[in-house]
């Protein structure tokens, strides 16, 4: 982990820019393994990046607030909950958190959690979401060929 963030810091400081500003503000897909559809945002003023998953109408989690979803394991919990178009729940969570580097405030030591690290955190939810409903025969477990813990990023520390 460290070699990975260590060469991260390295290549920022020859001059490579930071990887918000070459990823999409939005993506949209079908989870394969569960058939939900997932959704990244960029926050429009701070620039961090949201999670959503749209669940149909039925599942156990239609009528939960973010409270009720206090033991869903995704990164800094559920923060959001509304109604889908369609009848169903849509549930997300952002990295906004005391930890997360934010691109509009920065602070040394945050670590921002790129698009492929929201992706995998959404891939989580899917698969929590599935079982919760009953539907986790068919989850495919996830196989990570890099540690989520990977998929982020640190600004390089300026010299003292």
Known sequence: ????????????????????????????????????????????????????????????WADADP???????????????????DGGRVVGFDCCHHADLVPAHPFPGGVYRTADYVRGELGALAQAAAETAGDGAHVVSRDWAVGPDAMRWRPAREEE
């Open 67 to 85: 409270e009720d979803l206090a033991d869903v394991e995704v990164h800094g919990g559920i923060t959001y909950t509304t109604d889908g178009d």
């Open 1 to 60: 982990m460290t070699d990975i963030l260590n060469t991260i810091d390295a290549a920022l400081t020859a001059g490579t820019s930071a990887p918000w500003e070459h990823e999409p503000d939005e993506q949209t897909w079908t989870d394969p393994a569960t058939g939900y559809t997932c959704r990244i945002l960029r926050h429009p003023a701070m620039g961090h990046l949201c999670g959503y998953l749209h669940l149909p109408a039925g599942h156990p």
